[in-house]
């Protein structure tokens, strides 16, 4: 027994495009997200009564994708969160309103993760993801208090660090493990978007003097009274610096929630969540999706697959060129007692206790690696590559139920609501 | 010409069962390889609850075997391979309504009958248990039994044999030929001379005789996150999981809840036993009934939250008792499988069992008519065993 919607996870650009296109193909779609409003990582709305820190051109782009939902009547239900689908096809959705739901075909558009690397210190209050930083002056439209470093890899740390500029508060420095200047070729040749984007974050991190230290690594991060030290090595140079607050972010990996592909219903991943490639794909391979997964359901031919998908794979490839750096390399080298798993707080002192090539039950059941409430998102990267596996394995064995930790309490109150449910 | 033994044992899977019988025949002095189609704990015993329990078991030889093996998982667990997987805990069984007070006369009837080292030391009204909350009539407190996680045995095992134990995975046995002075093993790429073979793959030997009446036992299985330990002192079972393991196939009154303690703070809840072998099924409507009867019981597990749920698949025989014993047609070759719910239990005893067989000792005195009962000749009429 299936029903009539075709669920959305992920009121993102991805979701809502795809949510666009399948009712405009004739679908009923709800949508559900996790957060207080729509829009997304990109997109994330301020609180109420904040104002928008979003630049002119990304508002414009959610103005516009937003009026199309309003006009397609879209259902989005926020503060509702995915607890999973089960092999019957059911979903268990939490949170505002607890309860079960069998779609006739499930949309995960549930965007993507930071990784963060493990380093001496990455643990201690006061370090957290850049991405989680953005999200707070996102919805808070101010910049947290005290002094911030920006470290790790990739574009989004100048993103971040201009937007903290804005709002008064320069980071006190940006560490960057590759060195993205030194790649003027590579860069020219990126959508150009993507440089007038940079050029602008430059303009301002070179306004407010910002220290952007490149092929740089924190090699410790430590805590004292008077706040948080970051170690930083540079070659053979090495330096330290006093901060209250640091950002840590080594690139982004689908939040492909992990679960058994088992549904008995067409369940398909769109956006970031399948391949992230950042917010350009992300609209258009969400309304493409959404296309596709119409046609299906109504046994149409498929139109063909996005040309924007290919053009911004490319761009991404050549950002991965111009950032490439050697910090995984720098894993072997941890000290022994680094913390891996941070729900449980497993060390690479743990991993190698193991002895060599332990299979993946070995890994979980003995070493106890991705047995915490986050399954091994954060960790199963970083265990794996420490194990000797070759590949790009992002979980430790088989992915299991459910998407997210669900509170007993959620769980009874969505069976609740099956009471006086018509049979 | 048959080529000497590379090994005098070899054992086919790496599970609570061949990881017991490696370590004891280890102790013996034998050169022993263990083999695994994938890992130590790759299946049953690395996705089970664990409790050693008498009380589960069907009356008669089960509940005796049982007894026995606790007793020699206890003497293993005093600074022995099983030191850090076993523990010692009060079990609570519970009942709500007329038939599970009857299954929970039952059992206190059994544990007289065979007369310890399980007993039952108090049996009253909810009060037994300071927390429990409402939906129990009736709660029956036995001292006597106790908890060890699957791998954690496996693990105990292993690294107790250290190299005495030769350990090949990825491997799996795809056949065998048996002779007058061993057994040659097909492992696929390669062969492996051994002077005796013993075959503890779980369901895994059913691919290997299909003539065996082996079938998978699903059971859903929930982890919450970690909080205080010891606020439940053990194990918290319904009654309607002693009638769902001895009434085969007609379904409990009640949800067959086990709600277990771990020693890492978090709470084990289990478990359902469904006709399919696929570890990757499981549904909520199946979660949420075990979940709201285990919360009415236990009302502190309303404040946890639920990190994951998964599936274990049992082997279980057609006539609900496992396979233990030398083949018909080759007395070089032992089986032990079809545990279904009961391996981590009887690990102990089969693996020392197991061990004297192949020593050519014989089994311990006293157990012969019990683990005759196990033999596979039970499912040969016609059948040939040899070359499988
Ligand atoms: C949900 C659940 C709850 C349970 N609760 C309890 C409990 O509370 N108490 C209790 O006593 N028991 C319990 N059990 C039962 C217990 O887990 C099993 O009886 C026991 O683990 C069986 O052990 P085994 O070594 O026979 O098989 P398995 O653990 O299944 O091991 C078999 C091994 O053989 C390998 N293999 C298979 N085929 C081959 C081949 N051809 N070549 C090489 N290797 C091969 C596999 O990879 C596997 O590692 C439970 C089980 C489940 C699923």
Redesign the pocket.
Known sequence: MTGQVVLVVGAGLAGLGAAVELVRAGQRVTVVDQTQAAGGAIHRQPLPGRPSIARTAEHRRWQSLMAEVRAAGIEIRTETRFGGIDSTGEVLLTGAAPGFLRPKALVLATGAREAVQPRPGWTLPGVMTVGAIQTYLKTQAAPPLGRIALAGSGPLLLAAAAQLCALGRPPVAVIEAGRPFAHPLAALRLPPGYLAEAAAYMRRLVVARVLILTASHVTRISEDAAGLTVEIERGARRRRLACDLVGLHDGIRPNDAGLPDIAPIPVVRLGDCREALGARAALADGRNGGRRLAAQLSGTLAPALSQELQRQRRAQGLLARIYANDGADRLATLPGDTVLCRCEMRTLDDLRALGPAPTDRMLRLDGRFSMGPCQGRFCAEWVQRLAGRSGPARRIGAARYPAAPITVADLLAAQKSREGESP | MTPSPDIDVAI???????ASTAWHLAQAGLRVAI????G??????????????VASKKPGVMARLASASLAHTATLAKGGPLSRAFRRRPSFLFGQGPEEAAALDALAAKLAQIGGPVSVENDGGAALLPGCGMGVDRIVRLMGEGHMP?HKAVHGYLASAGDRVQRIWP????GHEADATGVTLDLGMSQLRAGFLIV??????G??WPQLPLIPRA?Q?IVTDSGPAGVLPGALTAAAYLLAKTRDGAPPPRPPVVIDPLSTGQYLV??TREAHGDPRLNDFATIAALMERAAAVWPPLLGRRIIRIFT????AVADGLPVFGTLPDSPRVLL??G?????????ALIGREAARIACGDGVTAGLEADLAALSPTRFTKHARWGAA
Do not use: H, N, Q
Request: glycine share 22%; with cysteine.
């Open positions: 086919a899977g790496a599970g609570v069962i061949g083999i695994d189609a994938e130590p704990a790759a299946a049953a015993s690395g996705a089970s609850d664990g409790a050693v329990s699957g491997a799996r046995l795809k503890a793959a779980g369901l895994g030997a691919e290997l059971g299985l289990g478990s274990g698949v049992r082997a032990a499988t545990f279904e719910g009961d391996g981590i239990c009887l690990s």
